[in-house]
Every structure is written in structure tokens, then in C-alpha cells.
């Protein structure tokens, strides 16, 4: 049903900013909710936001309310992640990922669709 290609990944330095992108393919996710998720080697996969499709709500992690913005463009079709003062600790996999439904879900277990993943590296 649902298809998410995540991009914009790459290398920054300390205090940096870098833009996610993940674009949705097969429907619209009106009545959805996408998250978005990083995973570091040897970490479990962590919580960082999610937005929901209609209407825009957000919820975010402590670790990044500060810094990240999750938000969509629903002519586009396409999630963003925006990653600001970016620390050495950002460093992972992000994912997006999404369910059809409008709970703001931290838990990775609630979502049904993942994007394969784009590498963040955060460097001095």
C-alpha cells in the first residue's frame, strides 16, 4: 500500500543543519501518522518525532524538541525532518515510517511502513 524512500542524509559538521526527506508513493496518508525514528551501531532504535498527516500535529522526544521539526507538505506528498544545532550524538540511521492512524506513537512496534533508512553523520 504504502512506499517511503527517505533522503537527505549526509555529513555536517557540529552545530550544523541538514533537511530529511521522505517521500510517500502508493497513497495518500490522509488519516495516517508518520514517525520518524534513528538508530546508532549498537543502540536500540530510538523515537524522534511524529506528525500526523491531517492537520499537523506533532510530538517530539526531549532529547531533540529543541532542535527538530517534523513536518509534511500534502501536495507533495513528502514528510520532512529538520535537523538544526545538530550534536556528535544525532549521529544514526534515521527512518521514517507510518501507520494508519492518528495516534502520535512513540513506539517503533505501532508502525506498519519503513523507509530503508538515510545515514547522518555529525562530525567536530
Known amino acids: 500500500q504504502v512506499q517511503l524512500v527517505e533522503s537527505g542524509g549526509g555529513l555536517v559538521q557540529t552545530g550544523g543543519s541538514l533537511r530529511l526527506s521522505c517521500a510517500v508513493s502508493g497513497r495518500t496518508l490522509s488519516g495516517y501518522t508518520m514517525g520518524w525514528f534513528r538508530q546508532a551501531p549498537g543502540k536500540e532504535r530510538e523515537f524522534v518525532g511524529a506528525?500526523?498527516?491531517?492537520?499537523?500535529?506533532?510530538y517530539y522526544a526531549d532529547s531533540v524538541m529543541a532542535r527538530f521539526t517534523v513536518s509534511r507538505d500534502n501536495d507533495q506528498n513528502t514528510g520532512y525532518l529538520q535537523m538544526n544545532n545538530l550534536k556528535s550524538e544525532d549521529t544514526a540511521v534515521y527512518y521514517c515510517?507510518?501507520?494508519?492512524?492518528?495516534?502520535?506513537?512513540?513506539?517503533?512496534?505501532?508502525?506498519?511502513?519503513w523507509g530503508q533508512g538515510t545515514q547522518v553523520t555529525v562530525s567536530s
Open positions: 506528525v500526523r498527516w491531517s492537520g499537523g500535529s506533532t
Open positions: 515510517a507510518a501507520v494508519a492512524r492518528t495516534g502520535l506513537s512513540k513506539s517503533n512496534r505501532d508502525y506498519d511502513y
